[in-house]
């Protein structure tokens, strides 16, 4: 919601979650949905003439979704193609990591050597414009991992940590991940 700096537009229950719907400042031609499952989120950007709230339903509803404590997944059944899939997770003290299938993301791995980690190779990535610490990439034989650096607090808590969330904590992390598979 931060990010688009919206303003709420409407709210309604579907499919065991609730939709919430924002008009966008940034993209300001844009709204913002996002359904809001027990557990997880599924959200996009729509844009004018489908933006209605029937085109918000029917885009969330042209698969089945099964939230779970450990993740989100989306069934898009024989009539539709999912093009887009990965998986958010925050990482405390340390930052959010994003997970997508190896074959999804190939063109953005580098083409010279990385460092191996335990459970693949890894890169650092080129800083954003922004200013925030560089992504680390780790690719794996099925996945690819993105960890962005950021003191993701604990339970609602800052991080007391002075190393929490900066390059050196999540390179550390990262190198000793034990194995990242996608399996769908």
Not at 44 to 49: M, N, R, S, T, V
Request: net charge negative; hydrophobic share 40%; proline share 7%.
């Amino acid at each position: 919601m931060n990010s688009v700096r919206g303003r709420e537009r409407e709210r309604f229950s579907l499919a065991g979650g609730e939709v919430v719907v924002y008009d966008c400042e940034d993209p300001a031609d844009a709204r913002w949905a996002t359904w809001i499952g027990p557990w997880n989120m599924a959200h996009g950007l729509f844009y004018d003439p489908e933006w209605e709230s029937r085109d918000i339903v029917e885009a969330f509803t042209r698969v089945t979704w099964n939230d779970t404590p450990e993740g989100l997944t989306a069934d898009p059944g024989k009539r539709f193609q999912l093009s887009l899939a990965f998986y958010l997770t925050t990482v405390a003290g340390v930052g959010t990591m994003r997970v997508e299938p190896k074959q999804q993301g190939v063109e953005r791995i580098p083409q010279w050597r990385g460092y191996r980690a335990e459970s693949g190779e890894m890169w650092r990535m080129d800083p954003s414009p922004s200013g925030q610490e560089a992504p680390f990439m780790l690719v794996t034989d099925t996945a690819i991992a993105t960890l962005f650096p950021w003191d993701a607090p604990r339970s609602g808590q800052p991080s007391l940590r002075a190393s929490a969330g900066s390059a050196e904590t999540a390179a550390q992390f990262l190198s000793k991940v034990k194995r990242v598979d996608w399996q769908a």
